[in-house]
T-cell receptor, first 115, second 114 residues
Framework: EAGVAQSPRYKIIEKRQSVAFWCNPISGHATLYWYQQILGQGPKLLIQFQNNGVVDDSQLPKDRFSAERLKGVDSTLKIQPAKLEDSAVYLC?????????????FGEGSWLTVV | DAKTTQPPSMDCAEGRAANLPCNHSTISGNEYVYWYRQIHSQGPQYIIHGLKNNETNEMASLIITEDRKSSTLILPHATLRDTAVYYCIVRPAPLSGSARQLTFGSGTQLTVLP
């Protein structure tokens, strides 16, 4: 079974530039998550989708971050304009719809460095 | 969501059992205990989860105390490849009305020594 695919794997941009990350979840997984992980910390949820609807985006800095999942499958996370403190790993994860025992699976992450 | 407390770091000798503790004294009756690990430069990997009973799979065993206020993840024969950050997470039950996200703490850095 293919896992959660993310791209690009690494990205270096200058502050005030924009960047976009792409995620393809495991086939059939209706729930998709984006997490931000700053070096030395645990991942922090940015946004959760159920199909193409947003379940929770309370921790998404909406002045510069946006995410979409137009057809309920792939998702993109965009940062514009980027700040130095956005340097982090951006993790995409997916799971089956909410029922007992559904496991959340993570991709390898997209590493962002803002200089 | 209930909070968890884990030691920041632990060492274990290769081939020996690694016992990683987690305190979750404010857990509620319908919340599950999940364990994930994160090997350097990789995404978090699911290990095991449980509600009340002890659980075992091909990766590890999970021992939950009777009062459910703490748990221990056991890697029976640790190898060098088990060196990682281990996260203990309390997650709301299915269909509880919560979004059922995973809320990560700082985890325990387990280092398996040769």
């Amino acid at each position: 079974e293919a896992g959660v695919a993310q791209s690009p794997r690494y990205k270096i941009i200058e502050k005030r530039q924009s960047v976009a990350f792409w995620c393809n979840p495991i086939s059939g997984h209706a729930t998709l998550y984006w997490y931000q992980q700053i070096l030395g910390q645990g991942p922090k949820l940015l946004i959760q989708f159920q199909n193409n609807g947003v379940v929770d985006d309370s921790q998404l800095p909406k002045d510069r971050f946006s995410a979409e999942r137009l057809k309920g499958v792939d998702s993109t996370l965009k940062i514009q304009p980027a700040k130095l403190e956005d340097s982090a790993v951006y993790l995409c994860a997916s799971s089956l719809p909410d029922r007992a025992g559904n496991t959340i699976y993570f991709g390898e992450g997209s590493w962002l460095t803002v200089v | 969501d209930a909070k968890t407390t884990q030691p920041p770091s632990m060492d274990c000798a290769e081939g020996r059992a690694a016992n990683l503790p987690c305190n979750h004294s404010t857990i509620s009756g319908n919340e599950y205990v999940y364990w994930y690990r994160q090997i350097h430069s990789q995404g978090p990997q699911y290990i095991i989860h449980g509600l009340k009973n002890n659980e075992t799979n091909e990766m590890a065993s999970l021992i939950i105390t009777e009062d459910r206020k703490s748990s221990t993840l056991i890697l029976p024969h640790a190898t060098l490849r088990d060196t990682a950050v281990y996260y203990c997470i309390v997650r709301p039950a299915p269909l509880s009305g919560s979004a059922r996200q995973l809320t990560f703490g700082s985890g325990t850095q387990l280092t398996v020594l040769p």
